[in-house]
């Protein structure tokens, strides 16, 4: 089994990949991560076919995983927001998204978008774990954190 990280991403429409990516990897850099490390992007079903989050799990080469704005609204977070409740039904897209598989919450919601207006992209960062009972097994890929 493979251990790293999975990226919550939340996008307006017309977002492009070099805007996700580049938010993706200022977020892990500040979580001491190298891209290598992403396993996943996650995101609401809604934004599922949007080209500029898939491009950027394209080029990631990982899968893009949606889940329902019912799902992610269950799910608790530290950075609710009421636009995205209006907008997609739920109060959080990225951090939920990411936390929705479970691990642990190592870069809250970035925003990012250009400057002087509206954030058109949100990121967040989570550590995935291995599954119970897949200790001792060699991964693939190890990815390490670095504490602040």
């Known amino acids: 089994m493979t251990d790293g990280v999975v ?15 580049g938010l ?10 190298p891209m290598s490390c992403v396993t996943e992007l996650a995101t609401v ?8 989050i898939l491009a950027a ?13 019912s799902r992610l609204a269950r799910i608790a977070v530290p950075t609710p927001s009421e636009q995205a409740r ?3 039904g739920t109060a959080s897209v990225a951090e939920a998204a990411a936390l929705a598989g479970g691990g ?8 990012a978008g250009p400057p002087g207006r509206p954030a ?5 960062v ?3 774990f291995p599954p119970p009972g897949s200790e001792g097994k060699v991964s693939d890929h190890v990815c390490t954190h670095r504490q602040p």
Request: proline share 5%; charged share 25%.
């Open 7 to 21: 990226v919550g991403v939340g996008a307006c429409r017309g977002v492009t990949a070099g805007d996700v990516l």
């Open 57 to 69: 799990a394209e080029r990631l080469g990982v899968p893009l995983v949606a889940y329902g704005a």
């Open 24 to 33: 993706v990897e200022e977020s892990l850099r500040a979580a001491g991560l």
């Open 86 to 88: 209006s907008l997609v």
């Open 45 to 52: 079903d809604v934004k599922a076919d949007e080209p500029g």
């Open 126 to 128: 989570v550590r995935r």
């Open 104 to 111: 642990e919450l190592l870069v809250p919601k970035r925003k």
């Open 120 to 124: 058109t992209v949100t990121c967040a």
